[in-house]
């Protein structure tokens, strides 16, 4: 089992900037792929951005040039720095790290809130 924990959401003012963090522990070996997904009102859970245990990064094009995702392997943590944050980026967060066809684990989200 892998735990994954996030932490760093909160509200906002459009332009700002947000750090999340996505800590893992247990079974860490199992999984080799950490992403950050996003869920809307209203809407499904999509992309935001992965990267894999070789530095391997993929965006989705809503953030891409705004966002950053980075991983320190010391601490088994993921972040996703969001600069010029948009009231449409409002959404819980949810960290997930998987092996494509083998284990799949997320995180409880963390909530951001941007105001206009």
């Known amino acids: 089992q892998v735990q994954l924990v996030e932490s760093g959401g909160g509200l906002v003012q459009a332009g700002g900037s947000l750090r999340l963090s996505c800590a893992a522990s247990?079974?860490?070996?199992?999984?080799?792929?950490m992403g950050w997904y996003r869920q809307r009102p209203g809407k499904q859970r999509e992309l935001v951005a992965t990267?894999?245990?070789?530095?391997?990064?993929n965006y989705a094009d809503s953030v891409k040039g705004r966002f950053t995702i980075s991983g320190d392997n010391a601490k088994n943590t993921v972040y996703l720095q969001m600069n010029t944050l948009r009231p449409e980026d409002t959404a819980v967060y949810y960290c997930?790290?998987?092996?494509?066809?083998?284990?799949?684990?997320w995180g409880q989200g963390t909530q951001v809130t941007v105001s206009s």
């Open positions: 990267i894999s245990s070789g530095g391997s990064t």
């Open positions: 997930r790290g998987y092996r494509p066809y083998g284990p799949n684990y």
């Open positions: 247990g079974s860490i070996f199992s999984i080799n792929v």
